[in-house]
């Protein structure tokens, strides 16, 4: 695991590609992308609880003068105490200052043209202003000064701050941030430099240097070699001080981006409902960043999509769609209640048809789009049911028996009030305990006595503390018959280092689950063998850590397919010469089918491992071809 960045972030981006005097004139403000800005992180606000970031920069300004400002917040109101702060600046101003954007421009501070907020979501761990995004690299050199803020959870952390090591850096912090803003900020600074060189020998002094350097400054280059090397899920997004920008998304797409762009504005954000309310635009008007590409927004205004890292299988975390992302996007509107439809057939089983006395209700406030899935499925599977009871009816029955037929509903009812705010998922462990048992509370005078069964949906069933320290607890209050809880989540069985960081594997209630069923059935000592094969996993250099030995079973299975494979092959007489042949060549002798066979049987799953690392080691990757070719060699585009 990485070290803990205890976070899952959202982010805002704003450029503007007009002059500010353009969007007073307009707009009637001069703070048109502060005020959007400001609405994008507002309408991602559930997913950042405890911290708030953002940053501008102005572009063409002359040195000497600021170009970077920067704000961030951890108060408990950190949103509004973020822009508070940025707007008291302007507080004083008179008329004719505030209606003047080339003087705001030059005298006041987060007035630029490119503008970065960031949204901390905490976990565990601590909550200082420290670990607030954006993060600044300062250097003297305009081109080499780097804003960063990203919503990101890496693997491989220790290996990526060893070769920072090595190139001769000396970071301030060893944290995934910092080693991500370094790493980024040593091929910059290595680009920059390249660019110097390349112009200073053709006769350019310094000063004609910077914009040469500001208008070929390959980004892209920059972050193919920068997160060549990043194992884990991430968007990121940067300024350059002269003000190019990017906003970069791992191969796998684990992490959501999104933008859009006109001949005003370039506008991204973590969540796709953001972009659609401070815009008002259609669906389709948004686009997706593609796994493995960076938006790239020079600093004259081009925008363009990029591949820097081969995409892989696209894996979204779950948990974050489920538990994390707005529920107004479209798409995850529809999953959730696609998940809450799919859980009817176990319902239905788990009270054995009996809908009289059964109560339905959910666990506010994320789990509610789920239940209506969950409703309409059950209306759907009841009207069927009513259907084939009224088809088989005799063709004299009342109108009673037709009512009493139709009469049968789901009784949904919202029995959980939430009372307090505070997700206690990401509460201080000290202070959890607490907190849970108070956070819900119930509708009393519904249930029946010992006679009605509750059925209640919850989105996520993490640690299981919520569950049992209040829902269940406040739930029995009510007297009920039995209590069917049912999630809408996928398990959460393993730490997940790509997606959402929840690093302590003991505390999974699924986790917890999987230790009593070993316990039940005698099977306890798989899991000392398991944390005994992990031990000896941890010191290994990441590129040498491999997965287990394939099973017993499964190594048999092949091998009787292979010897299968083998009797089959040589059916022809055709196929036993071309057999002969290959077995004199490379034994000097014809080896019989018994022997082929007995060696097969001879192969431990150590040698196929030995063999297949071998094989697959990409350092001794060999490619020929057979020419002649026409054109270019189709191989040098793959080596």
């Known amino acids: 695991m990485s070290d803990q960045i205890q976070h899952e972030c959202g982010l805002a981006f704003i450029r503007l590609l007009k002059p500010l005097d353009y969007y007073h004139e307009k707009y009637g403000s001069a703070f048109y ?25 102005k572009l063409n300004i002359t040195p000497g003068e600021k170009y970077i400002s920067r704000r961030r917040s951890n108060a408990p109101n950190y949103l509004q105490a973020l822009f508070d702060g940025v707007y008291s600046h302007f507080k004083d101003l008179n008329s004719d200052q505030l209606n003047d954007p080339t003087w705001l421009k030059n005298n006041k501070p987060f007035t630029g043209e490119v503008l970065l907020g960031h949204l901390r979501y905490g976990t565990h761990g601590d909550n200082s202003i420290e670990t607030v995004h954006p993060f600044i690299r300062e250097n003297n050199w305009i081109s080499r000064n780097l804003v960063l803020a990203g919503n990101f959870n890496l693997t491989n952390i220790e290996e990526l701050f060893d070769k920072l090591v090595s190139l001769g850096q000396y970071p301030k912090l060893k944290s995934d941030t910092i080693t991500v803003l370094e790493k980024i900020g040593h091929f910059l600074d290595e680009e920059v430099q390249h660019l110097f060189n390349w112009y200073k020998p053709e006769g350019f002094n310094q000063l004609e240097i910077n914009p040469l350097i500001f208008d070929h400054l390959d980004i892209s280059r920059v972050l193919k070699k920068a997160a060549k090397k990043f194992d884990g899920g991430y968007v990121m997004a940067g300024m350059i001080g002269h003000g190019d920008a990017f906003i970069l998304r791992d191969p796998n797409g684990i992490r959501p981006a999104f933008y859009y762009y006109d001949d005003e504005i370039v506008a991204m954000a973590s969540e796709r409902p953001a972009l659609q309310t401070a815009f008002n635009l259609d669906l389709e008007d948004i686009r997706e960043i593609k796994p493995g590409n960076a ?56 009270i054995q048809g009996d809908f ?16 209506y899935g969950l409703t309409e499925r ?40 939430k009372d307090d705010k505070m997700r206690t998922f990401i509460a201080n462990d000290q202070i959890r305990g607490s907190l849970v048992s108070h ?32 829902i269940v607890r406040i739930l029995s ?103 002969n042949a290959r077995s004199l060549y490379y034994y000097d002798r014809i080896m019989t089918i018994e022997e082929i066979a007995k060696a097969i049987d001879k192969v431990s799953a150590t ?33």
């Open 33 to 57: 992308g502060l005020q959007k800005l400001q609405l994008l992180m507002q309408k991602q606000r559930n997913r950042g609880q405890d911290g708030a970031g953002m940053a501008t920069i």
């Open 295 to 350: 938006l790239i927004i020079k600093h004259h205004g081009k925008v363009s999509e990029e591949l820097c890292l081969e995409p892989k299988e696209k894996l979204s975390c779950s948990f974050e769609r489920i538990y994390f992302s707005r529920g107004n996007d479209f798409d995850i509107y529809q999953e959730r209640k696609n998940l809450g439809r799919q859980l009817v057939p176990s319902v239905i089983k788990a």
């Open 356 to 371: 009289e006395n059964t109560v339905f209700s959910f666990i506010p406030n994320t789990s509610e789009t789920a239940f």
């Open 378 to 417: 059950l209306h759907e599977y009841l009207n069927e049911q009513k259907a084939n009871k009224i088809k088989n009816l005799n063709p004299n029955a009342s109108f009673e028996e037709i009512t009493r037929i139709l009469s049968v509903k789901p009784r949904i009812e919202k029995l959980v009030v």
């Open 439 to 470: 956070v819900y509370d119930v509708t009393y005078g519904i249930v029946n006595d010992h006679i009605d069964t509750l059925v209640v949906l919850d989105d996520s069933v993490v640690r299981g503390t919520t569950l049992r320290d209040s």
């Open 477 to 579: 209050t009510l007297n009920p018959k039995k209590i069917i809880i049912l999630s809408s989540a996928p398990q959460i069985r393993y730490p997940d280092c790509y997606g959402i960081d929840m690093s302590q594997l003991g505390k999974f209630i699924a986790f917890k689950a999987m230790v009593e069923l070993l316990h039940d059935t005698n099977n306890d000592h798989l899991l000392e063998e398991t944390y005994e094969k992990c031990l000896a996993q941890v010191d290994a250099p990441i590129e040498l850590m491999k997965n287990e030995l394939v099973s017993e079973k499964e190594l048999n299975r092949a091998k009787e397919q292979m010897k299968g494979s083998m009797i089959l092959g040589l059916e022809s007489s055709s196929s036993r010469m071309s057999y």
């Open 607 to 639: 040698e196929v491992k030995k063999l297949a690392n071998d094989l697959f080691d990409t350092k001794k990757f060999h490619l020929s071809g057979i020419g002649p070719f026409k054109g270019k060699n189709p191989f040098k585009k793959v080596l």
